[in-house]
């Protein structure tokens, strides 16, 4: 089992910038990705981004492709999303998810990572 710690959400104008962090702790293995996902109200989860963690290796949704970027620093056992170019339409609550390594990839669905954090939230304004 994997205990998670997201930070870094708040409150941003439309095309700034956000740094969320998410520290893992409670496992020592490396078989496993990292995902971000994300809920607005009134709406369906969706993965954002995901890592490897063993190979570093990232994935993206579309509607982020291009503005995120999800980093891995192993020596504090934390995952990175940087996200620039920020838009209304991304306001949700952030969550990170350990788990959905599936057929040498990483998979952006939620059903298939079993440890969550508690999520921090990203508000952006017009």
């Known amino acids: 089992q994997v205990q998670l710690v997201e930070s870094g959400g708040g409150s941003v104008q439309a095309g700034g910038s956000l740094r969320l962090s998410c520290a893992a702790s409670g496992s020592t293995q490396k078989n496993f990705c990292v995902g971000w996902f994300r809920q607005a109200p009134g709406k369906e989860r969706e993965g954002v981004a995901a890592v490897y963690r063993h190979g570093g290796a990232t994935y993206y949704a579309d509607s982020v492709k291009g503005r995120f970027s999800i980093s891995q620093y192993d020596a504090k056992n934390t995952v990175y999303l940087q996200m620039t170019s920020l838009k209304p339409e991304d306001t949700a609550m952030y969550y990170c998810?350990?788990?959905?390594?599936?057929?040498?990839?990483?998979?952006?669905?939620?059903?298939?990572?079993?440890?969550w954090g508690q999520g921090t939230q990203v508000t952006v304004s017009s």
């Open positions: 998810a350990a788990g959905g390594f599936r057929f040498g990839a990483c998979v952006l669905r939620g059903d298939e990572y079993n440890d």
